[in-house]
C-alpha cells in the first residue's frame, strides 16, 4: 500500500513540473484581454452569447496577419449578481496584464463593478447593461459603453413622435425602476424638442383596474397615451382605454415589445408603438458579416440579442489597442476620444462620461399580429395611419 | 466520529498544516487548468492517504490537548497566507470573502449546530449587516467598527421578528417561515426606493484610526501592499473572535443547553430549560453574526444590491455549514474556503464550472456523509482530554 501511495505521490510531482514547464514554454508576446458576463444562472444564455461572440472578434483578429500582436481573451462569469462581479472586476482589473476588458450583461453587476475599473484603472467597454447610470452616475473615464440606455431609447422616441407632429402626452409608467426611469427620461427629451404633458400617473405594478386614471386621461385628451412599463399592464392599460373610448395613440417603450402584447391584444394592438436598443441583426450595418462570421465559427448556442454589441465592443478595443499599443493609460485616453468609429452595429462616438452618442435604437410598430420596424412597415410608407393624425 | 484510538502527535499535526498552508499557496496562485487539476487530485489523494494513516484522527487528538497551540498555529499559518499573497489584490480578496463567510457560516451553526434552529434566511440577514453599513456609513459618521457591531445589531434585532413564528412552528414549518422571511427581504428591498430599489447603495469603506481601508499600503516607493491586506487582517480579526466566542459559548451550560435542546426537547424540558429562551438567543446570537459578517463584506465590496441575497445565497451559507459538519467550527471555516474559492478557481472552465463544483460536493458528501469534520465528543476544557 505504502508503495502505492508513493508511486501516486511521484507522479503527483511529475504532472505539477509539468504543468508549470509549459505555461513558461508558451510564452510569446501577447496581449491579454478580458470579458465579463453572466455565464451561469438565469440570463447565462445572454452571457454565452455575448462572450462567443467576443471571442469571434478576437479569433478573427489572431487570424489576420497584420494584426500586431497575438490577443488572449480570458472570460470570467459573474452570475450576474454583484458580489460576484466585484470579485471577477478585481480579478481582470488586478492583472496586470490584461489591458482592457468588455463587460457586464446585468445593469447591478455594472454598478457594482465600476467603482472596481476606476480603482485598478482598466479600461472597460460595457456591452450589455443599459441603466443610464452605469455611465451617467459617476465621472470614472475608465467605463464606456457601446449599447444605448433608456435615454437613448427616450431621445430616440421623443424626437420621432414630435416629427410625426404630435404635441400633447399624458404619461402612464409603473413604479419600479424601469417604469420611474422612463418616466424622467421620456419628460426630459419630449422638453428638449417642445413636447407637452398633460396629464402622469404612476401605477404599482400588479394593478388590475385603471378606470380611475384612464377616466381622467380621456377628460385631457391627449395625442399620444406613453406607457412606461411591461407587457401585463400594457396590455390592460390598452384594453381600458377602448373600453373607456379614449382615442389616443399607444406608444410604448422596450417593455411592450414582446409576442404576449401582441397574441393577448389581437387586433387592439395595431399601430402600437415601441421603441428597443438594438436593431434585428439584419438591419446592422455589418449584421450579415457578423452572422456570416458566426455560423462559420460553429458555436454551439445563438449570439442572442447582445452579441454583435460585445462583438464591436470587443473590436473596439482590440482596434485601440493595435492603435496605441497594450498600455492601459494609453488605451484609456484614446478610448475616451473615440468619435464616428464604424462597427457592425453602427457608428460610435463616446460623450465625456463615455456612453455611446449614437447608439442603435430601433421603431418597431405593431401590424397584423407582428412588430415590424418602422421604416418596414405599411405605416411607415404611408399606407396605414396611426391615430390623431 | 471514529472509535479508534490516535494518539496525539504535535509533529504530525505541524506538518500537516504547514503543508495545508504550502497547498492554499499553490492554489490561489494556480492560474491554469493543469494545475488547478493535479492539485485537486494531489489533495484528494492526500486525504485518502491521511485516513489510512489516521492522521485526521490524531489530528482531532492533538487538537483536544494542545488546543491553544494548535489554534494559534493556524492563526499564523493564515497570517503566512495573506502575507504571501500581500500585493495580490484577488487572492486576498477571495481569501478575505472566505473568511467572512465563514464568520456568518459560524453564526448559522450556532443555531443549526448547537440548538438545532433552522434558518435558511442566513443571505437575508447578511443583507441587512451590508445595508446597515451601507445607510449608516452615509448618513452618519459613525466609526467603521461601531457600524460593524450595529451591522449585527439590526440583524439580531430584526431577526426577533421571526422568533414567534419560528418557535410556534417546528421542523420543517419553521424552515418554511424562514424561507419565506428570505424571499420577503428580497422583494421588499426591491420596491423600497430609499434603500436603492434593485439597483443597491454604495458602501462607504471602512476607517479605522484615520486609516482608510480602500488606500494601498505604501511605504517609500518601495513596498506596495494591497488593500484588501486591510480588510483580510480585519476578517481574520473577527472571525477569530466568533470562533473563540462560539467555543466559549458551546462549553458553557449555555451551550450544554442548547445541545440538550436539540437532541430532545421533551427531556430537556422535563429538566427545567427553558427551551423558547435558548431558542431565541442561539438564533439572536447567530444573526449577530451573520449580521457582523455582513456590514464588513458589505465596507469591502463597496457596493450592495439585492440580487447579492436570493435564497440560493442562503441555500449556500447551510451548504458551507453541512459541508462542513455540522456543530464544528473548524469544519464551518474548512467548507467556507472551499465553497468559496473552488467556483473561482473553475472560472477556467466558464459555464461549466458549476457543474463541476456541484460533482465535487456531492463526492465528497458520498465519502464524508457527516460532513467534512463532524463534530468531536464534548470538551469541557482546553487540554481535558488527555489520551
Known sequence: MQKTFRILTFLVMVCLVGSLLTTAALAKEKVKVAFIGPLTGGVSANGIGGRNSAQLAVNLRNADP??????????????????????????????????????????????????????????????????????????????????????????????????????????????????????????????????????????????????????????????????????????????????????????????????????????????ALSFQEGAPIDKLPGGKYFTEQYDKAGFERGHEAYGPFAFAAMNLILDTIEDVGPNRKKVRKSLNKVNGYESIVGEISFDDHGQNKVAAITKYVGQDGKWVVWEDSEYGNGKRKLKKL | ????????????????????????????????????????????????????????????????????????????????????????????????????????????????????????????????????????????????????????????????????????????????????????????????????????????????????????????????????????????????????FTRRLERSWIGLSMDSIRLDETASACYGLNIALWKSVAFTFGNFLIGVAGAMYGQMLGYVAPSNFTFGDSLILVSIVLLGGIGNPWGVITAASIVILLPEKFQIIQEYRFLLYGIVVIFILLYRPKGLLPRQLRNYLPGGMKA
Open chain 1, 66 to 271: 497584420s494584426a500586431k500582436y497575438e490577443y488572449e481573451m480570458i472570460s470570467l462569469d459573474d452570475e450576474c449578481k454583484p458580489n460576484i462581479g466585484v470579485q471577477v472586476a478585481t480579478k481582470a482589473a488586478a492583472d496586470k496584464h490584461v489591458i482592457a476588458a468588455a463587460t457586464h450583461y446585468c445593469s447591478a453587476v455594472a454598478m457594482g463593478a465600476v467603482g472596481t475599473y476606476n480603482k485598478f484603472g482598466l479600461p472597460v467597454i460595457v456591452w450589455g447593461a443599459v441603466l443610464p447610470d452605469v455611465t451617467y452616475g459617476n465621472d470614472y473615464k475608465e467605463v464606456h459603453r457601446v449599447n444605448g440606455t433608456m435615454i437613448n431609447q427616450n431621445q430616440v422616441a421623443a424626437k420621432f413622435m414630435r416629427d410625426m407632429g404630435y404635441k400633447t402626452w399624458v404619461i402612464i409608467h409603473d413604479t419600479t425602476d424601469y417604469g420611474k426611469g422612463h418616466n424622467t427620461y421620456f419628460t426630459k427629451e419630449l422638453e428638449k424638442v417642445g413636447g407637452k404633458i398633460l396629464g402622469r400617473f404612476g401605477v404599482t405594478a400588479d394593478q388590475q383596474d385603471f378606470t380611475a386614471e384612464l377616466t381622467k386621461v380621456k377628460q385631457l385628451n391627449p395625442d399620444v397615451v406613453y406607457f412606461g412599463g411591461l407587457t401585463n399592464i400594457g396590455v390592460r392599460i390598452r384594453l381600458q382605454m377602448e373600453k373607456l373610448g379614449v382615442d389616443a395613440q399607444f406608444q410604448g417603450t422596450s417593455g411592450i415589445k414582446s409576442d404576449a402584447f401582441l397574441n393577448t391584444l389581437g387586433p387592439l394592438s395595431e399601430g
Open chain 2, 1 to 244: 466520529m471514529s472509535n479508534k484510538i490516535a494518539s496525539p502527535s504535535l509533529p504530525i499535526s505541524l506538518a500537516v498544516i504547514a503543508l495545508g498552508t504550502a497547498f492554499a499557496i499553490l492554489f490561489l496562485g494556480a492560474e491554469n487548468e493543469y494545475l488547478i487539476g493535479s492539485l485537486l487530485v494531489f489533495v484528494t489523494l492526500a486525504v485518502v492517504a491521511s485516513s489510512k494513516f489516521n492522521i485526521l484522527n490524531r489530528m482531532y487528538a492533538t487538537f483536544a490537548v494542545h488546543e491553544v497551540l494548535m489554534q494559534a498555529a493556524i492563526v499564523v499559518a493564515t497570517l503566512l497566507l495573506v502575507a504571501w499573497f500581500y500585493d495580490d489584490h484577488f487572492s486576498l480578496l477571495m481569501i478575505t470573502a472566505a473568511m467572512v463567510y465563514a464568520i456568518a457560516a459560524i453564526g448559522l451553526n450556532i443555531q443549526f449546530g448547537y440548538a438545532g434552529v433552522l434558518n435558511f434566511a442566513g443571505a437575508a440577514f447578511l443583507g441587512i449587516g451590508c445595508y446597515t453599513s451601507a445607510v449608516l456609513g452615509q448618513y452618519t459618521n459613525l466609526p467603521s467598527m461601531l457600524i460593524l457591531c450595529l451591522g449585527g445589531l439590526v440583524a439580531a434585532v430584526i431577526g426577533t421578528i421571526l422568533i414567534l413564528p419560528v418557535l410556534r412552528t417546528s421542523g420543517h414549518y419553521a424552515a418554511l417561515v424562514t424561507i419565506a422571511f428570505s424571499i420577503l427581504f428580497k422583494t421588499f428591498l426591491e420596491v423600497n426606493d430609499v434603500l436603492g430599489g434593485p439597483q443597491g447603495l454604495n458602501v462607504k469603506p471602512t476607517v479605522l484610526f484615520g486609516w482608510n481601508f480602500n488606500t494601498n499600503i505604501e511605504i517609500r516607493d518601495e513596498f506596495e501592499a494591497s488593500f484588501y491586506l486591510c480588510y483580510a487582517l480585519l476578517a481574520l480579526f473577527l472571525l477569530a473572535l466568533a470562533f473563540i
